[in-house]
């Protein structure tokens, strides 16, 4: 990461290698757990954190359709769709916009 960014995780604070100016390598490591990293981007001006807040809806929807993909292509997710099917058409789901039923 000689760019700079996040090397990994240990005992639950976030490792972070930074880029030095004019030093060549990998730079150095610094750890923040989420409190210091949530003040971190409160510091950033509005429009990185737009920017940090696109990055990460972009990397978690990657992440939804690899899950996706992963749970269809090995055969489980086909068959919850076929249960859903079965249950619709046996009358024990209804549409969204009725909403469920209160007890």
């Known amino acids: 990461m000689r760019s ?8 639950g604070r ?4 930074l ?26 001006p509005t429009e990185q954190q737009r920017t940090l807040l696109d990055w990460l809806a972009e990397r978690d929807f990657e992440r939804w359709d690899t899950q996706i993909e992963k749970d269809f292509s090995e055969g489980g997710g086909m068959e919850l769709l076929d249960r ?9 789901s209804a549409p969204m916009h009725e909403g469920r039923n209160r007890r």
Do not use: C, F, N, W
């Not at 976030?14 to 290698?17: E, Q, V, Y």
């Not at 859903?84 to 024990?92: D, L, P, T, W």
């Open 84 to 92: 859903v099917k079965r249950q619709v058409g046996q009358g024990h």
């Open 19 to 44: 880029p030095q100016e004019g030093v060549t390598g990998t730079g150095y490591h610094m750890s923040m757990d989420i409190r210091e990293i949530q003040i971190a981007i409160e510091g950033l």
């Open 4 to 11: 700079g960014g996040v090397a990994g995780v240990r005992e």
């Open 14 to 17: 976030a490792i972070l290698r």
